[in-house]
């Protein structure tokens, strides 16, 4: 028996339920809370060695225990404490498992007898199916973000921690357990380029002055090359000063739709046959030169080249050789150029190049250096002969802040009807 009116007192007014057992095993006490959790009587209990007829206890494994695994039985032969195991009782009439924490410890006598087991549990079930239900959770936004091919990471912003999903490491070439789950490697991982505006877009979020933190930034790859990453991410938690605590978002291997998007990009400025800039994209380059030589009061000159008697090298060789020939004078007129100079097809054989920094005289030596270039140029024709050709350039250049890019572009096409009418093959220069 539990000795003390007070101790009886108190146990009964405990939360959590109580049983005694004699060393038998049997029970000699237990309080209303064990009662009302097992959902039995003080009577059923009292005296009984062994669980209720039909009951039985499981593992969190689903194993059932035999009965010398029962806790009591446990401490009885081992003469130690049981703490915290999770049990899950099955009892006729019952639907479905009440789990609970039972812990167990032995009370000895002065003689070091053993005197009596108390046995104490609390009803886990609401914990337990919200466990369930986390983990089932868990489990479908795994199989989400591998349908949607997505890497996940989460960052314990106090910890530096940051887990990682599988797909992160292998979106970059590495196995899971190859990756660190540091910001550091991120970092690292990010282009030189973008690391800075990658992690000025965070501390955005991080500082409360945008919701999420959106961006496409490169990262490299394993084998060097680098991949376009999509990265989307929220603050996922804040502590009670608003300081975050946990941020989490996701990454998307968007790389080829990058270079897709690229590759339009280009082909909406450049000729498709000689791969210089198309019309539309030299004026639009043009008109923001020649407005920066004004801001600056820089010099700038422009190029108008033709080819001598294109149609005659079209109607003796064919178009296959035109386009041929247009594309060696592209080839070795860009070999020619500067980086800053801008070069463009305005139709047919007629092409403009635009000089920045670049006076009147320069120009003109520019235009007979291209002159030369093409005059020492050929291309086959049907049958392997040599088929060459020639150019004529008019050369002009900026003298008012009145002046635009239609203003140079007449200005270089008369020089350049001067070298046609001249004889061809030569540079005219229109000074203004």
């Known amino acids: 028996m539990v000795q003390g009116v ?26 209303a809370r064990a009662c009302e959790l097992l959902g039995v009587s003080k009577g059923d209990m009292l005296g009984a060695q062994d669980l209720m007829p039909g009951w039985s206890l499981k593992q969190e494994d689903d194993r ?13 032969s ?31 006598d002065a003689d070091g007898a053993l005197e009596k087991v108390v046995i104490s549990f609390h009803d886990v079930s609401q914990l337990k199916h919200t466990e369930a239900v986390l983990k089932e959770r868990a489990e479908q936004l795994r199989l989400v973000l591998e349908g949607a091919d997505l890497g996940l990471w989460d960052w314990n912003i106090r910890s530096g921690e940051v887990k990682r999903n599988a ?8 196995t899971y357990e190859e990756i660190e789950h540091t910001t550091m490697q991120w970092s690292d991982f990010v282009h030189p380029d973008d690391r800075e505006r990658a992690w000025a877009s965070i501390i955005e979020v991080l500082e409360g002055r945008a919701p999420t933190h959106k961006l496409e930034y490169r990262m490299q790859h394993k084998d060097g090359s680098y991949r376009w990453i999509l990265d989307q991410a929220s603050v996922m938690q ?4 608003g300081r975050p605590v946990r941020m989490c978002g996701t990454h998307a291997d968007v790389t080829e ?95 403009a190049i635009l000089l920045p920094e670049t006076d009147l005289e320069a120009a003109a030596e520019v235009a007979e250096r291209l002159r030369l270039v093409a005059a020492d140029a050929s291309v086959p024709d049907e049958s392997g002969r040599p088929v060459r050709f020639t150019v004529s350039i008019g050369v002009s250049a900026m003298v008012s802040d009145d002046d635009d890019i239609g203003t140079l572009l007449n200005a270089a096409d008369w020089a350049l009807y001067a070298a046609k009418n001249a004889g061809r093959n030569r540079v005219q220069v229109l000074a203004r």
């Open 6 to 31: 007070q101790d009886v007192e108190l146990l009964q007014k405990l939360h959590v339920g109580i049983v005694v057992h004699a060393p038998d095993a049997s029970v000699i006490f237990l309080n």
């Open 64 to 76: 059932w225990l035999r009965p010398d695994e029962y806790p009591v039985n446990r401490v009885i």
């Open 78 to 108: 081992s003469r130690l404490p049981l703490a915290e195991q999770v049990l899950g009782v099955v009892r006729p009439g019952h639907e479905g498992v009440t789990w609970a924490m039972v812990s167990a410890f032995p009370l000895f």
């Open 167 to 174: 797909r992160w490491a292998t979106m970059l070439g590495y």
């Open 238 to 241: 804040r502590d009670e000063a």
């Open 257 to 351: 739709r990058k270079l897709m998007e690229e590759e339009i990009a280009h082909q909406a400025r450049t000729d498709y046959l000689t791969g210089v800039f198309n019309r539309r994209h030299f004026m639009a380059l043009a008109t923001a030169e020649i407005e920066r030589a004004k801001r600056y009061d820089s010099d700038l000159s422009i190029l108008m080249l033709d080819v001598d008697r294109f149609k005659r090298i079209n109607d003796r060789h064919g178009h296959r050789v035109g386009d041929a020939v247009l594309r060696a004078l592209c080839k070795g007129c860009q070999a020619a150029l500067r980086t800053p100079d801008v070069f463009g097809r305005l139709g047919g054989e007629e092409f």
